[in-house]
């Protein structure tokens, strides 16, 4: 675990000064987990308790809508993943995380993040620098679905999926730019 703990750990250090009392926390209250194509990471039937880093693998953040999913975003290697409303507020939400591909995650349990904010102040800063480029992704993906042809929305979605696009099955690409599969098939194609 050592050589995947140093992983997480070099996350830290992108945003933060990584004390000894730090990582000796991290390492008590982190647990390492697994998971397989098509599992679960999160069920919208239930109150999201836990944020997953991911050391290697795939998921799909996604909701239904008559029946249909519908993907809002993709997370890999050196991201959390977890329902943020759910986890923040501690109610259900519409939400569910499964993994395309066998995942192994860092597991951190609401309770022990509250208390490496509560003993550890750069968890703060960590918090704040990290989430801004979760943030401004987040506003570039709603401009893109607001003001842009598919065309473009596909463009941007290579752009942002650079590393992983080719890992995402196509129905759920279409399923994210908010077009159809046969619209998805004409773009790749160039036509």
Known sequence: MDSEFDSILNHFSQYIKVSDAFKKELLERISYKTFEKGDLLQDADKICTESHFILNGLTRTYYLKDGMEISEYFS???????????????????????????????????????????????????????????????????????????????????????????RIPLGMVASYLGITQSTLSRLRAGK
């Open 76 to 166: 890999c290697e050196n991201e959390w993943i977890n329902s943020p409303k759910s986890f923040i507020e501690r109610t259900k939400d519409i939400y569910y995380i499964d993994c395309l591909e066998k995942t192994h995650t860092f597991c951190l349990k609401i309770n022990d993040l509250g208390y490496l904010f509560d003993h550890f102040p750069e968890m703060e800063r960590y918090a704040r620098l990290s989430m801004g480029s979760v943030f401004g992704h987040l506003m570039e993906r709603i401009t893109s679905q607001r003001f842009t042809t598919a065309k473009e929305k596909y463009e941007h979605f290579l752009t942002t999926y650079k590393g992983v696009y080719h």
